[in-house]
């Protein structure tokens, strides 16, 4: 049966206690704070009668800061991160009509809210109930006690679950962020990312770059990605300025990019400002290399190597994306080649002939190949020659192509012997029905951790293979921890799925996906019931994802039984039964 949930870490629990204490009490100065201000208004008295009260709140805050201060950078980057987990949960609790104005007005959003609504029309009366529920303080608050200037490291994704935020907010937000950076000089990993910068916190520009080229120069990671607004003159702040005597960001190592408002061309401006940069996020920084290499043919940049590892020209989604203008041809291949003889990782847009080019890369370790320069492609002779001569060395492989073939698939089992991830997407599986030699007993992908396959264009794409496919590919895998298989076939059944997991012995396995490609929306679509859940969780002790029950052949009332289950005997095991994507 599936592992139990462990006891959540003692660090985990301090760090959470302390953050509640640090949200209610910054709770508690806030109403004090708004109290003193109505009795103001009420009263109109002389406002040095409540002077005494005033300077009692200004200690106590400045107290919390001084305490916070004394607390190692280590271990208050855990404060940091449960103490927005705490105000997250609670502003979720909140009524969402008063959510917009809570994370400026705090507990006096309530009487704001009601000062909005017109007097001469009917709305619903939020209860006086409602008022209590009000238990957080302005955002920018508890942003302001989590600055202390011994910190290393800064972590605001969380506030991106704070789903669409105002204008005001982002104001305050951005304001804060100014200040902040001016006051954390040993900081060494901050993150920024945004997967909706449009609507959503956190917010980055181009002015807070410059401030991180002037007062944080042993910044070593930085993350500011999809925040459209960035632009190629804010990364130019993070380069060394002379002039200005900022001191810049020269001992980046990791630069994560992806997805803003930055050209190749003034990315390859700035690369060589970093010497140590292993890792850019940049999803065309192969034509980030072919600019440079072009450069110093042409005798405008001086040679110099980089130290990146991974390579990722898939293209970005901020622009329109032209497929044709990203393809890996020999320029693209030479420049890497050239310019990062030490790259690991390679994300890559090919025709066949062009994977040929990267035969040079003597260190390569894992890559992701996308079959799709224009027009949808597929691996063939050329891939099989780079497989047959990289192959011993990669630990991960990922094909997204048209047509995949059986011959391709036995290329990479005969050629790869460490090869730990497979990926495969296709639209098409060309496999013969009858071929004894693929049947026969062989020792291949032995080190197989994950196998992801997938066929089909969408969920109504029914597809035809062999069965012995699967058992090819797992065989010798008995170490495999994940198995995401999406095909919508016949021969996905119980029998079969039962069979594959016991004869193959995939007893290790922590992630079993069976789903049908694309959006997963129709119940009952594969021939899955709901014995086969329960044999998976007898036969996988170690199981801790399992889907996706709403494709199955599985009645609600049977999921819900399952999910029951889970919870009163306390798994550690995710069922998964809803709507999804497989991309």
Known sequence: MPPRKLAVALQYLCSRKLSIQIVDFLLDIEKEAVKIQKQQQQNGTDPSIYTDRVVKLQQDYLGLVEYLGSIPGALLEKINETTLE??????????????????TKGVGAQEFYEAMIPTNTYYFDLTPSKKDQIDIPILSSVLSVMIQPNLTALNFKK??????????????????LSSALTKVPKLRSLTLC???????????????LELLGRFCPELEFLDVSFNKNLTGEGLKHLVPNLDKNHPGCVKLKKLYIFDCGVFEKEVAKILYSFPDLTYLGYKETGKVLKTIHKGIEAGQEKFQELKLTHIDNLGSKTRRLIASALRCKKPVALAISVLCPD?????????????????????????????????????????????????????SIALICNTMSMAMLVTIAENCPGLCQLWSRSNHLMAPYEDETIKKTHSYLANLKVLYIRVGEGELSVTSIPEYVMPY???????????????RSNII???????????????LLEKVMIVVPGLNSLQGILKLKVNTVHALMHLCPHLKKLGNLLSWD??????????????????????????????
């Not at 590919?473 to 095909?487: H, M, P, S, T």
Request: proline share 3%; aromatic share 8%; with cysteine.
């Open 86 to 103: 705490v105000y997250r949960e609670r502003y979720d609790l909140i009524d969402k009509g008063l959510s917009v104005w809570v994370l």
């Open 159 to 176: 506030l991106s679950l704070l789903s669409s935020v105002s204008e005001n907010v982002f104001s305050e937000f951005r304001t804060f």
């Open 194 to 208: 945004s997967h909706n910068s449009s609507n959503s916190l956190p917010q980055c520009t181009n002015e807070h």
């Open 343 to 395: 790259v690991h990782n390679l994300k890559l847009r090919v025709c066949d002939d062009d994977v040929a080019n990267l035969c040079s890369l003597a260190r390569l370790e894992t890559v992701e190949l996308i079959y799709h320069v224009g027009s949808i492609g597929s691996p063939g002779p050329h891939t099989q020659t780079f497989l047959s001569l990289r192959g011993p060395q990669l630990s």
């Open 473 to 487: 590919l797992l065989r010798n895998a008995k170490d495999l921890r994940e198995l995401i298989v999406a095909i």
């Open 493 to 507: 059944n119980d029998y079969y799925i039962q069979k594959l997991v016991s004869d193959c012995e995939l007893f």
């Open 554 to 583: 599985v009645a609600p009332e049977e999921a819900l039984e399952v999910e029951q289950l889970v919870a009163e005997m306390n798994y550690d095991l995710e069922v998964v039964n809803k709507k999804m994507t497989m991309r």
